[in-house]
């Protein structure tokens, strides 16, 4: 068999160098991939209500104090009392950026004793709901 021992081939040792070589640069750009990838999922939005003013809650004014707890700005659109419709008014803007808190008007209809869930709404639309009864 002349045919095979005219051919030359790698050393063994140059053969486990290169195939090292490219592992090393697979695991390197999946690496940044995945890590890329972490930390646009990351980015998380989260809205807590702190409180409710109960010494100000009148039959048509209650005031939440709501906290951004997520690690991304976030922007309260809308509310709405009871799955109805009502009036949100932020007490400046109504983007909170991470740690930020804030207080919220919220205008609807109450009546003394009756349970009340406040759901707000973000411009990603998200929904965060708060239950409290009316003083």
């Known amino acids: 068999m002349k045919l095979f021992k005219s051919k030359k081939a790698l050393s063994p040792v ?19 991939w995945m890590g890329a990838l972490t930390f646009t999922f990351m980015k998380t939005e989260e809205v807590k209500v702190l409180s409710i003013n109960r010494s100000t809650w009148s039959n048509t004014t209650a005031t939440l104090t709501l906290k951004n707890s997520g690690t991304s700005d976030l922007t309260i659109e809308t509310v709405r009392v009871n799955d109805n419709d009502a009036t949100l008014t932020p007490v400046g803007s109504a983007t909170l950026a991470p ?17 009340y869930e406040f759901a707000f709404y973000t411009a990603s639309g998200n929904r965060y709901p708060y239950t409290s009864t009316a003083p």
């Open 99 to 115: 740690g930020d808190e804030r207080n919220f008007t919220v205008d609807y209809t109450y009546v003394s004793g009756t349970k």
């Open 14 to 32: 140059v053969a486990a160098i290169i195939l090292i070589a490219v592992t090393v640069a697979v695991s390197i750009a999946v690496a940044a």
